[in-house]
């Protein structure tokens, strides 16, 4: 019998002081998670480069750097229901006025499994409704540096 992991299990977390201080062995005590989360992405791909010689019949590859971006959405938390400092923290960073503020994100699949843990820095927020339905908010991360298990 497999593990299936459910996305309900899983949650985004973000250093809320919007610094570089925060390292995965701190146990990330400035952690908020965002609230209300329908969905995320972790894209990760490294590049490759052309190693073919000089008279070879087939083309090679060689395996480059490797980055990646995680993406988020779901419904828009309001202020007043007080659930909604990890989301006003990204979007805090998104509008930073420094954009080379890179905070440590944590991305939990499960209480059983190992997080993914990495430095990003926002770089796509939006916000959006419907007429009859609810408000949601998307963001994009752009990972800098490693990503690390713990």
Sequence with gaps: ????????????????????????????????????????????????????SFGDTDKEYEYGTKGGTLSFSGSLASTELGSSEGQDAIQQMYLASNSLRKPWFRLQLSTAAADK?????????????????????SAEVQLSGGIQTT
């Design 1 to 52: 019998m497999s593990n299936i992991v459910k996305g309900y299990e899983g949650a985004v977390l973000m250093d809320s002081t919007i610094g570089t201080s925060l390292a995965p062995s701190t146990g990330y005590v400035n952690a908020v998670q965002v609230a209300e989360i329908d969905s995320f992405t972790l894209n990760m791909s490294a590049d490759t480069f052309e190693a073919t």
């Design 117 to 137: 843990v990495f430095r990003g820095t926002v770089t796509g927020y939006s916000i959006g409704a419907n007429v009859n339905d609810k408000q949601t908010f």
